[in-house]
T-cell receptor, first 113, second 115 residues
Framework: AQKITQTQPGMFVQEKEAVTLDCTYD???????LFWYKQPSSGEMIFLIY??????QNATEGRYSLNFQKARKSANLVISASQLGDSAMYFC??????????FGQGTELSVKP | GAGVSQTPSNKVTEKGKYVELRCDPI?????LYWYRQSLGQGPEFLIY????????DSGLPNDRFFAVRPEGSVSTLKIQRTERGDSAVYLC?????????????FGDGTRLSIL
């Protein structure tokens, strides 16, 4: 069965520094997609970045980049130049065949001023 | 608004009652998903609609849960004989196409509390 593992329940980072949130996945499919979502305390799920299994380049979206290591089955999120507004829960998710998302347990990021 | 809309935002009811949760997806999105999120957990898949039909309902926990999308737009999640364990945030998401790499866009959720 497909599975997403986020091993860091909580992370702290100093404002303006970079931080890496870990995500590993398990699948036997050759074609899959990996997503990262941000969930602030207000509760909405905000799409951040997507990486396809066949994409050769690591995905980037502004301050977000995805460190995709296919052989290791990892898809870590890198946030550069952290801001106070980045404090939130971050979820890694994998798209299964048919489109549904399987989510990890999440990592709570706290940005310190 | 242009986003996914869910109503009500909060619902408190007594054990054994029937509840309906509504989701209005982004206009033009053919795929609609329901998830359930318990406190401190990631969302868990319930059901996925492609158009009017349920393409995958493997996440529905039991036959007390049912969902419809009669015209391929708005969807309603229905829970019969509610139990305290049904308390959670119910999230709805939509995407342009299903089974694709299109990102799913989420609503703000309905927080359901069963007393």
């Amino acid at each position: 069965a497909q599975k997403i593992t986020q091993t860091q329940p909580g992370m702290f980072v100093q404002e303006k520094e970079a931080v890496t949130l870990d995500c590993t996945y398990d699948t036997s499919d050759q074609s899959y997609g990996l997503f990262w979502y941000k969930q602030p305390s207000s509760g909405e799920m905000i799409f951040l970045i997507y990486q396809g299994s066949y994409d050769e380049q690591n995905a980037t979206e502004g301050r977000y980049s995805l460190n995709f290591q296919k052989a290791r089955k990892s898809a870590n999120l890198v946030i550069s130049a952290s801001q106070l507004g980045d404090s939130a829960m971050y979820f890694c998710a994998m798209r299964e065949k048919g489109g549904k998302l399987i989510f990890g347990q999440g990592t709570e990021l706290s940005v310190k001023p | 608004g242009a986003g996914v809309s869910q109503t009500p935002s909060n619902k408190v009811t007594e054990k054994g009652k029937y509840v309906e949760l509504r989701c209005d997806p982004i206009s033009g999105h053919t795929a609609l998903y329901w998830y359930r999120q318990s406190l401190g957990q990631g969302p868990e898949f319930l059901i996925y609609f492609q158009g009017t039909g349920a393409a995958d309902d493997s996440g529905l926990p039991n036959d007390r849960f049912f969902a419809v999308r009669p015209e391929g737009s708005v969807s309603t999640l229905k829970i019969q004989r509610t139990e305290r364990g049904d308390s959670a945030v119910y999230l709805c998401a939509s995407s342009l196409y299903g089974g694709s790499n299109q990102p799913q866009h989420f609503g703000d959720g309905t927080r359901l509390s069963i007393l």
